[in-house]
């Protein structure tokens, strides 16, 4: 069929001699442009040419598989299983929920009215190595998303302007009487308080243990995260003033401790609280107990008392306090679930290496190709 064009279609822009098609180009001859593809170019990687590896899973590779991870898993986990069962550990609940705890007194403490009780215990086993004392939370969720923000790391890094004008994210935090709150935030107004003290009783006679306070926080918390505000390091009251204590403290930031070098935002127990914990139940290191020599273990079986000074109110949100005593391995603390999960593990894999192994022998021989009549 012939196709003729107007002098219109050509003043248009149709070309001479073919038929225009949409997207570009055109088909036939006469002084077309050069044709316009969606292919995509010819390269190894566009035409999917590239080398690729895939294991071919049989019998010979998948059957030593299985049992050299049940092999390796096992043993690990029962040592793993072991160590942690060697660590000595001791809990104590000293919430005052039940009526015959000592510290049910506390129950109902308020920020500003602190209440004291002793807890007795006895230790069955020493503690052989150095001890580590914690205090535990649980219903305390510091993993919340407002929570976390709710502070300022330049105002903790040692930063003067933020000092005076600290950041909105501290908010409802960031001042109280038209003052800045030095340390802001939600965090810092929560942090913990109470006052834990260890004796051991000998014939009726109370013995402190030494509890050391520093050396609890993280190295880079401590010398690089929390710096106090330039200036002359010895007179923090000057360093702070024209700012107020959180809402929830008795006490100013610069009366945390009288040592210089641990009082202020470099103080250890506030660093240690401000490293905010993933799950709502958690535990936190408070103090340390050094062992002294090799011939005796830090913490002789037996009698023990702990005096609380019960600050912090947790029956509010139903919440609970501990206080824990642990010895560490070269693995931390205890942990009995990893020791477990590795022999589960490897369990599993020796027992499917049986099974297919098994099936393999049984079966595995066999002609499975169907016969063709004739």
Known sequence: MAVNYSAKEEADGHPSGGVGVPGG???????????????????????QRLPAWQPILTAG????????????????????????????????????????????????????????????????????????????????????????KSRDDS????????????????????????????????????MFNDT????????????P??????????????NVKFRNPTGDGNNLTALFQGTTKPVNWPKPVYMLDTEPDNNGFINEDFIVWMRTAALPTFRKLYRLIERKNNYQPTLQAGKYSLDIAYNYPVHSFDGRKRMILSTISWMGGKNP????????VGSICFFLGVVLLFIHHKYGNRNTSADIPN
């Open 25 to 47: 180009g055109a088909v036939g001859g006469g002084g077309g442009g050069a044709v316009k593809t969606r292919k995509p170019d010819n390269t190894a990687f566009k035409q």
């Open 61 to 148: 590779t998948v059957l030593p598989a299985f049992f050299i991870i049940g092999l390796i898993f096992i043993p690990i986990g029962i040592g793993i299983f072991v160590t942690s069962n060697n660590i000595r550990e001791y809990e104590i609940d000293y919430t005052g929920t039940e009526p015959s705890s000592p510290c049910n007194k506390c129950l109902n403490v308020s920020w500003d009215s602190p209440c004291t009780c002793t807890i007795n215990f006895t230790l069955e086993h020493s503690f052989e190595s150095n001890v580590f004392m914690y205090y535990g939370l649980s219903n305390f969720y510091q993993n919340h998303r407002r929570y976390v």
């Open 155 to 190: 105002q903790l890094n040692g930063d003067n302007r933020s000092l005076h004008n600290p950041s909105k994210e501290c908010e409802p935090y960031r001042t109280n009487e038209d003052k800045p709150i030095a340390p802001c935030g939600a965090i810092a107004n929560s």
């Open 196 to 207: 834990l003290e260890l004796y051991r009783i000998d014939n009726d006679t109370r013995t």
């Open 209 to 222: 243990i030494t509890l050391i306070k520093k050396g609890i926080a993280w190295w880079t918390d401590k």
């Open 337 to 344: 679930f990893l020791g477990i999960a590795y022999i589960t």
